[in-house]
């Protein structure tokens, strides 16, 4: 079976800092790897996807997340945050042999102050 | 117009009443799922369709039911609704080929049971 765990429920920040959100996921078969992002009052969308080769996948908006798998860990980062970047943010995975199946975390709330 | 639309967008009802969420979309894809998103849980998988004819369970389907009534269409029902199925109901679509498979989100139905 895969879990995904996202350490923290909420991340405040100021704009213009960068931001890590913290991914660990666990797996014993091989998988792709998401991040969503849900902005209030809407519905999960896309922000970056690793499904093979580079390690390190840029994203819109800016974010960016690099896959690590001897630490089974997809980080999101992004250099300065706006205050737009407020919203809640979903780590996913999918296992490589099944085509339908996304596994979420827990989310994680980033909450960006002027 | 939203690629995947749920209706309604908002719901109170009473315990013990029947309720039934809609989603259509518009994106031509043969894969529709229903979501759960609960506060710290993330999102859980409760129904998944491949096409017409195939409807499955996911990790949470007690007390819901599902009705593919056209490949665009998908309802999710709760047959006598509990308070602890207040919750933010997700739709989602995917095409299901190959490695490249996102999923489309709905907006979201708020439910709340009293």
């Known amino acids: 079976a895969q879990s995904v765990t996202q350490l923290d429920s909420q991340v405040p920040v100021f704009e213009e800092a960068p931001v890590e959100l913290r991914c660990n996921y666990s797996s014993s078969v091989s998988v792709y790897l998401f991040w969503y992002v849900q902005y209030p009052n809407q519905g999960l969308q896309l922000l970056l996807k690793y499904l093979s080769g580079s390690t390190l996948v840029k994203g819109i908006n800016g974010f960016e997340a690099e896959f690590n798998k001897s630490q089974t860990s997809f980080h999101l980062r992004k250099p300065s945050v706006h205050i737009s970047d407020t919203a809640e943010y979903f780590c996913a995975v999918r296992r490589m042999d099944s085509s339908y199946k996304l596994i979420f975390g827990s989310g994680t709330r980033l909450l960006v102050r002027p | 117009d939203a690629d995947v639309t749920q209706t309604p967008r908002n719901r109170i009802t009473k315990t013990g009443k029947r309720i039934m969420l809609e989603c259509s979309q518009t994106k031509g894809h043969d894969r529709m799922y229903w979501y759960r998103q609960d506060p710290g849980l993330g999102l859980r998988l409760i129904y998944y369709?491949?096409?017409?004819?195939?409807?499955n369970k996911g990790e949470i389907s007690d007390g819901y039911s599902v009705s593919r009534q056209a490949q665009a269409k998908f309802s999710l029902s709760l047959e006598s609704a509990i308070p602890n199925q207040t919750a933010l109901y997700f739709c989602?679509?995917?095409?299901?080929?190959?490695?490249?498979?996102?999923?489309?989100f709905g907006q979201g139905t708020r439910l709340t049971v009293v």
């Open positions: 989602a679509t995917s095409d299901g080929e190959g490695t490249n498979t996102e999923a489309f």
């Open positions: 369709s491949f096409d017409v004819k195939d409807i």
